[in-house]
């Protein structure tokens, strides 16, 4: 609880400096089953830029019933 941003290896370390013989797989596996997760920032990428166009999608309610009917593009 003393550091609430500690993931596996540090916390493999710090196990290892109180005298316990442990894995960081092993640890890792610990915390995914105890459910623990490190505090840390997130990046906030999901937000989008002020002033930022959004397009409709016009495909949305147009049914597509023929072959090469529609044809979709991604310059990415």
């Avoid at 941003?5 to 196990?15: E, I």
């Avoid at 092993?26 to 915390?31: F, W």
């Avoid at 495909?59 to 529609?70: A, F, K």
């Amino acid at each position: 609880m003393e550091f609430p941003f500690a993931g596996s290896r540090m916390l493999q370390g710090l196990l290892v400096q109180e005298g316990f013989k442990v894995g960081r797989l092993r640890v890792a596996t610990l915390i995914k089953r105890t459910g623990i997760e490190a505090l840390y920032r997130k990046p906030n990428i999901s937000k989008p830029a002020p002033g930022n166009t959004i397009y409709p999608y016009l495909l949305r309610n147009l049914p597509v019933t023929r072959p090469n009917q529609v044809r979709a593009m991604d310059i990415t």
